[in-house]
């Protein structure tokens, strides 16, 4: 399939972008038409984290006349091992800010266009109607069903990467031609079944992999070349070095893109959408969440409590609470955890940012240990409130 260039020609190049975009003009396929196509350009990239990194760097040195970058967070320290786009002396800055210079530095052509806050259902649809396309950096379920449920609802084409481990996928989402996330998943994974990245990791090179077919696809639609990533879903296993593609169909009944849809505007809640925790979790959590620093003085005061680490052994190597047991929240849910919990002292559960041990906290209720609670922000909290010569991650 081959579709139409989303955006019209510049009217011209200037001598200095003749010369920069010569390795570019001379392909007959992008040629002068194409690279005035790219000045003419206005894309989105949300998020300037790990696919954001390489996206936005190959983007603003492709020559897209303007880039737009959203993100609300700070640059930390564990993001360097991947977000390319940010440096050692970044750390502590506003990601949007340290990715905005970054871009200046690669191409001082480009109009970048901060967006320092966080997308939500307020701000969505005003920030993208000013864009011809999105790339979709984010690493969460409500944001990406956000950005889907905005794109489809303006009519726009998004580029969707994601990345786990040594995992990733790419596709081309366009209602008007094509599939919607919805239409390949329709509903958001139950909450806890998905681990994130800062879970379970991500070897930091997948990301300029998924990254840079991102920006291969954006190039594509916004010249017109090529056969663009839409139907189809690119799965890249970086461990047994494949990549392979499998076609995906536009669902008729799809609730935002179908033929009668159900979803016409934005939903109120995204997050509620997609459940942060289980309600179960939640349950279990409500009244019985300490603190970090709480849990430091029940140990001060030698309580008779005890901790357990919830997380995967890989994480409690990085950094523990000490006193904590390494029980995995598996073998919380497959019950095999219990009999390891002493009858006579209160369970204290924690995991790296109160996710996982609100999950586990269920269960542990459920059996029977009512005193059972759990520490709200986990490790994460321990470190910043307690003892922050300890290493985050
Ligand atoms: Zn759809």
């Avoid at 750390?91 to 200046?104: D, Y």
């Avoid at 059972?372 to 003892?387: M, N, Y």
Wanted: glycine residues 10%; contains cysteine.
């Amino acid at each position: 399939m081959s579709l139409p260039p989303l955006v019209e020609p510049a009217a011209e190049l200037t001598v200095d972008e003749v010369r920069r975009y010569s390795r570019h003009l001379i392909i007959p396929d992008v040629g002068m038409a194409g690279q005035k196509r790219l000045k003419n350009a206005k894309v989105l990239c949300v998020g300037a984290g790990g696919l954001g990194s390489p996206a936005l760097m190959y983007l603003a040195a492709a020559g897209v006349g303007t880039l737009g970058i959203i993100d609300f967070d700070v640059v930390d320290e564990s993001n360097l091992q991947r977000q390319i786009i940010h440096g050692q002396s970044d750390v502590g800055r506003l990601k949007a800010e340290s990715a905005a210079a970054s871009v200046r530095e690669i191409n001082p052509l480009v109009d970048v266009v901060i967006h320092n806050t966080a997308l939500t259902t307020e701000n969505v649809m005003e920030i993208f109607s000013g864009y011809d396309l999105i790339v979709d950096g984010t690493d969460n379920f409500a944001t990406r069903y956000m950005v889907n449920d905005a794109a489809v609802l303006l009519g726009k084409p998004y580029v969707w990467g994601s990345i786990y481990r040594f995992d990733g996928q790419a596709s081309v989402f366009w209602a008007e031609h094509g599939p919607c996330y919805r239409c390949l998943y329709p509903e958001p994974p139950p909450p806890g079944m998905v681990p994130s990245c800062a879970e379970g990791g991500v070897l930091g090179v997948l990301c300029a992999s998924i990254g840079s077919i991102q920006v291969n696809e954006a190039i594509k639609l916004l010249t017109g070349i090529g056969d663009p990533l839409v139907g189809r879903l690119m799965i890249y296993d970086a461990l047994e070095m494949k990549y392979r593609d499998v076609k995906v169909r536009k669902d008729p009944e799809c609730v935002l893109c179908g033929k009668n849809p159900s979803v016409t505007q934005l939903l109120d809640d995204y997050e509620a959408f997609c459940g942060a925790i289980s309600d179960e979790a939640a349950q279990a959590a409500s009244g019985s969440t300490i603190t970090a620093l709480e849990l430091k003085d029940m140990q001060d005061r030698g309580e008779n409590i005890f901790l357990v680490d919830v997380r995967e052994p890989n994480e409690y190597e990085i950094v523990s609470i000490p006193g904590a047991t390494l029980i995995p929240k598996g073998e919380f849910l497959n019950g095999s955890a219990l009999e390891k919990l002493p009858q006579d002292k209160k369970i204290v559960l924690h995991c790296k940012s109160g996710a996982r041990s609100a999950e586990a906290l269920a269960v542990v209720k459920d059996a029977g240990f009512a005193d059972a609670v759990h520490v709200g922000g986990g490790v994460l909290s321990w470190v910043k409130s307690v003892d922050p010569s300890l290493p985050s991650y």
